[in-house]
């Protein structure tokens, strides 16, 4: 089975922090997403990459910041953390390709900023 | 750009009954995917169900069935024989490849759905 997985569950933080999110992935997967999801507005798209060292900014990359220096690993930077930014942060990965449509998800990390 | 419309917030169900989620999408595309997620209370988000746009079969899981009609870009989840586990938010979900290895997905607003005992 594919694993996805973030450091953090849970996270409390200050406004000004920097703040790093970390996702691994154990199937090789070329590409890697994170999404942010808050009540009423579904998921949406802040990063993704498609290769090491590669990134693309997706729907609402203000804010943040990325850095897949390994495959299998894929971060999200919060430069100086904003009360604007509590919400739940969901990292997916998918194996690449034109016929590979399917995302796998980790559990997600609830980020806190007070 | 495309757009995923899900207009139903919140339901509930009854154990065992049927319910049905709505789904509405706006794209240009030929060629494309859709899907159903389900993300349980406190827990990793799961794909359900997917429907290739291509066939005009609908696609079928278990309890879960789908209604797919291409011209009226329509995608609704039925859910048969509903169970408490069956408890969750529910992301309908489009796809396309965008090129550069990658298919990106946009997803709808969400769908509560809780079944009552």
């Known amino acids: 089975d594919v694993k996805v997985t973030q450091s953090s569950r849970y996270l409390v933080k200050r406004t000004g922090e920097k703040v790093f999110l970390e996702c691994v992935q154990d199937?090789?997967?070329?590409?890697m997403f994170w999404y942010r999801q808050d009540p009423g507005l579904g998921l949406r798209l802040i990063y993704f990459?498609?290769?090491?060292?590669?990134?693309e900014k997706g729907d609402i990359p203000e804010g943040y910041s990325v850095s897949r220096e390994k495959k299998e690993r894929f971060s999200l930077i919060l430069e100086s953390a904003s009360t604007n930014q509590t919400s739940m942060y969901l990292c997916?990965?998918?194996?690449?390709?034109?016929?590979?449509?399917?995302?796998?998800f980790g559990p997600g990390t609830r980020l806190t900023v007070t | 750009a495309q757009t995923v419309t899900q207009s139903q917030p919140e339901m509930s169900v009854q154990e065992a009954e049927t319910v049905t989620l709505s789904c509405t999408y706006d794209?240009?595309?030929?060629?494309?995917?859709l899907f159903w997620y389900k993300q349980p209370p406190s827990r990793q988000m799961i794909l359900v169900i997917r429907?290739?746009?291509?066939?005009?079969q609908n696609a079928t899981e278990n309890r879960f069935s789908v209604n797919f009609q291409k011209a009226a870009k329509s995608f609704s989840l039925k859910i048969s024989d509903s169970q408490l586990g069956d408890t969750a938010m529910y992301f309908c979900?489009?796809?396309?490849?965008?090129?550069?290895?990658?298919?990106?997905?946009?997803f709808g607003k969400g769908t509560k759905l809780s079944v009552i005992p």
């Open positions: 997916a990965s998918n194996p690449g390709g034109p016929s590979s449509y399917e995302q796998y």
């Open positions: 199937m090789d997967h070329e590409n």
């Open positions: 990459s498609y290769d090491v060292k590669m990134k």
């Open positions: 794209t240009s595309e030929s060629n494309y995917y």
């Open positions: 429907q290739e746009a291509y066939k005009q």
């Open positions: 979900a489009f796809t396309s490849y965008s090129g550069a290895g990658s298919y990106q997905l946009t």
